[in-house]
């Protein structure tokens, strides 16, 4: 089953506007991470932002937040203000345990476009 | 400080051969955990490592292997290569084992290995 969805294969933005990366996730433990990567074409993962699961408050860094609906299962990042380096793919993420075997299993990721 | 170094970038084998990947996590990280990612299947976890012990594991055959060492640099060796073995390997450190800690235990990609296998 998948855990990690993220429905949104590509998107075109036009530069300088806010943008919304959909990320919705499934798991039954109440202790999880959620983590979202940017991937230019050189292939690095660069870490973007982290959200847990007992966090108050959404996450923050700099341009990047991330709407945690907890209820929802749903973990949107947002870009504001979007520049031509933010084009690239983006990984949403989850750190689970699964029958005592805990590792970060990721979306399909959503391809990024930033267009002048 | 310096992020995770992965070794070689770039390397093409050729089928039946094996291989071997080096990661040299961030300064005072001790996990570090293995991905690969291939267009078809997308990133898939294949072990973790803590303190020189494999902690996790993915849904890899045997010929994936892995170690850590006691500077908490790490390889992952596949050998009997198949041409489905070319991927973007992924090496990522953490302070803390993955699943453990609190929002502080970031984890943190490296730049990749492409593997190419003929």
């Known amino acids: 089953a998948q855990k990690i969805t993220q429905t949104q294969p590509g998107m075109f933005v036009q530069e300088k506007e806010a943008v919304t990366l959909d990320c919705t996730y499934d798991t039954s433990d109440p ?86 | 400080k310096a992020g995770v170094t992965q070794t070689p970038r770039y390397l093409i084998k050729t089928r039946g051969q094996q291989v071997t990947l080096s990661c040299s996590p961030i300064s005072g990280h001790r996990s570090v955990s293995w991905y690969q990612q291939t267009p078809g299947q997308g990133l898939q976890f294949l072990f973790e490592y803590f303190s020189e012990t494999q902690r996790n594991k993915g849904n890899f055959p045997g010929r994936f292997s892995g170690r850590q060492f006691s500077n908490s640099r790490s ?15 992924l090496c990522a450190s953490s302070l803390a084992p993955m699943g453990t800690g609190n929002s502080g235990n970031t984890i943190y990609f490296g730049e990749g290995s492409w593997l190419t296998v003929v």
């Open chain 2, 75 to 89: 390889e992952m060796n596949v050998s009997t290569l198949e041409l489905g073995d070319s991927a973007l390997y």
């Open chain 1, 31 to 116: 202790s999880y991470g959620l983590f979202w990567y940017k991937q230019p074409s050189s292939g690095e993962m660069i870490f973007l932002i982290y959200q847990g699961s007992y966090d108050q408050q959404n996450a923050t860094e700099g341009r990047y937040s991330l709407n945690f609906q907890k209820a929802r299962k749903s973990a949107n990042l947002v870009i504001s203000a979007s520049q031509l380096g933010d084009s690239a793919m983006y990984f949403c993420a989850m750190r689970e345990v699964n029958f005592g075997n805990e590792k970060l299993t990721f979306g399909t990721g959503t391809r990024l476009t930033i267009i002048p």
